[in-house]
T-cell receptor
Framework: DQQVKQNSPSLSVQEGRISILNCDYT??????FLWYKKYPAEGPTFLIS?????DKNEDGRFTVFLNKSAKHLSLHIVPSQPGDSAVYFC????????????FGKGTRLSVIA | ETGVTQTPRHLVMGMTNKKSLKCEQH?????MYWYKQSAKKPLELMFV???????ENNSVPSRFSPECPNSSHLFLHLHTLQPEDSALYLC????????????FGSGTRLTVV
């Protein structure tokens, strides 16, 4: 059973608009969440993270929101740029990092110029 | 250059072959990981090594055999694979097993024929 779910396999957004990528999780022990970005023929690269003690973390155009009661997090990219086109993976860890990261299936974002 | 180098980038092998995937990191990290990415599936954790000791093995079939001769190198030995083992195999490293920020390699695209 998947513990980290990204239910949208793909998303298309116009350049300049907001991209919202969603992630749900089932394990209430998860206490740290990360987003990774992956371009074709490259490995995933770390983008942004959030601890369960926070509900928002912002880094430039990227903001991650965490709703613990709903076991839901989202990544907002604004404004979206064509270079943001990639696959975005949500990942989670439990026990203050003592367990390896658990990943979702990924969402392919296409930003259209 | 991500700091984690995987070779080969592509590999085609028959079901009776024996081959090895190599991963190398010079980031001074103490933990290394093998993940498998199949189409339309989450990244699946296969093995975790911490300070050259295997600390996790996620019910991976014995036809996959990891080896970590030192903290900079990780191998995945393959023998008598099945076509369903065709996937992207990703190596990652982190400062320690409890660290969140993984650095991934570009992966090896494996095709079993």
């Amino acid at each position: 059973d998947q513990q980290v779910k990204q239910n949208s396999p793909s998303l298309s957004v116009q350049e300049g608009r907001i991209s919202i990528l969603n992630c749900d999780y089932t394990n209430s022990m998860f206490d740290y969440f990360l987003w990774y970005k992956k371009y074709p023929a490259e490995g995933p690269t770390f983008l942004i993270s959030i601890s369960s003690i926070k509900d928002k973390n912002e880094d430039g155009r990227f903001t991650v929101f965490l709703n613990k009661s709903a076991k839901h997090l989202s990544l907002h990219i604004v404004p979206s740029q064509p270079g943001d086109s990639a696959v975005y993976f949500c990942a989670a860890s439990a026990g203050s990092g003592n367990t390896p990261l658990v990943f979702g299936k990924g969402t392919r974002l296409s930003v259209i110029a | 250059e991500t700091g984690v180098t995987q070779t080969p980038r592509h590999l085609v092998m028959g079901m009776t072959n024996k081959k090895s995937l190599k991963c190398e990191q010079h980031l001074g990290h103490n933990a290394m990981y093998w993940y498998k990415q199949s189409a339309k599936k989450p990244l699946e954790l296969m093995f975790v090594y911490s300070l050259e000791e295997r600390v996790e093995n996620n019910s991976v079939p014995s036809r996959f055999s990891p080896e970590c001769p030192n903290s900079s190198h990780l191998f995945l030995h393959l023998h008598t694979l099945q076509p369903e083992d065709s996937a992207l195999y990703l190596c990652a490293s982190s400062q320690d097993k409890g660290s969140y920020g993984y650095t991934f390699g570009s992966g090896t695209r494996l095709t079993v024929v």
